[in-house]
Structures are given as structure tokens and as C-alpha cells.
Nanobody, 121 residues
């Protein structure tokens, strides 16, 4: 069994900062790329940022220069530092990754439970 547990969401004023964390636990052989998605009310879930095992990152255009994704492989944890937050960043943020539970199993996709981020104007 593998679980992704997120933390760090909340209510913040525009221009403020939040840091999200997502920790993977359970039977883990290896973890692949990790990412953050978000879903605003009435909208589809969208990719926010991704990071590979080697630390290469990618961001959606609207968060470039404001958000930073990072990971601690020793802790099986991915972070999302969000600065200069805007009301349009409001939504439920989900972490996602691909985990192999043993050497003979292929990777499976896992999602966190979601954490609410609300940015007031």
C-alpha cells in the first residue's frame, strides 16, 4: 500500500506565500517524476509543475517565476513553494507521482487527497 499525504494549504491574501508538502509512504521501491496539479471551481484539473528524479523542473506558464517545485528523495517528499499568490491561484492542489512498489512491478500512478488553497484579493 502506498499513500500520498499532502499538507500546507490554507487561506492567504494576494501577494502572500504558502508551501505545500506531499509525502509518500508505504511499500516503495522507487519513485519517478513528481508533480502538482490544481483544480479551480468549475474548471478542469491542470498541471502546475513537475520535477524528475534528477531534479529537472517544468512549470505551467502562469506560475513561472512565482512557484518553485522541489523534492527530497531521502524523505520521499515533494514541495511546492508558492510566492506572490494571486486570486486565480485558488483551487484544490493535488500531488501526483509514479511509484514502483517492488523491482518486478511497473510504476503505478498515485494521487494525494488534495489540499485547499484560497487566495483572497
Amino acid at each position: 500500500q502506498v499513500q500520498l499525504v499532502e499538507s500546507g494549504g490554507g487561506l492567504v491574501q494576494a501577494g502572500g506565500s504558502l508551501r505545500l508538502s506531499c509525502a509518500a509512504s508505504g511499500t516503495i521501491f522507487s519513485i519517478g517524476a513528481m508533480g502538482w496539479y490544481r483544480q479551480a471551481p468549475g474548471k478542469q484539473r491542470e498541471l502546475v509543475a513537475t520535477i524528475t528524479n534528477g531534479g529537472s523542473t517544468n512549470y505551467t506558464g502562469s506560475v513561472k517565476g512565482r512557484f518553485t517545485i522541489s523534492r527530497d528523495n531521502a524523505k520521499n517528499t515533494v514541495y511546492l513553494q508558492m510566492n506572490s499568490l494571486k486570486p486565480e491561484d485558488t483551487g484544490v492542489y493535488y500531488c501526483n507521482t509514479f511509484i514502483r512498489s517492488s523491482w518486478y512491478r511497473g510504476p503505478a500512478a498515485y494521487w494525494g487527497q488534495g489540499t485547499q488553497v484560497t487566495v483572497s484579493s
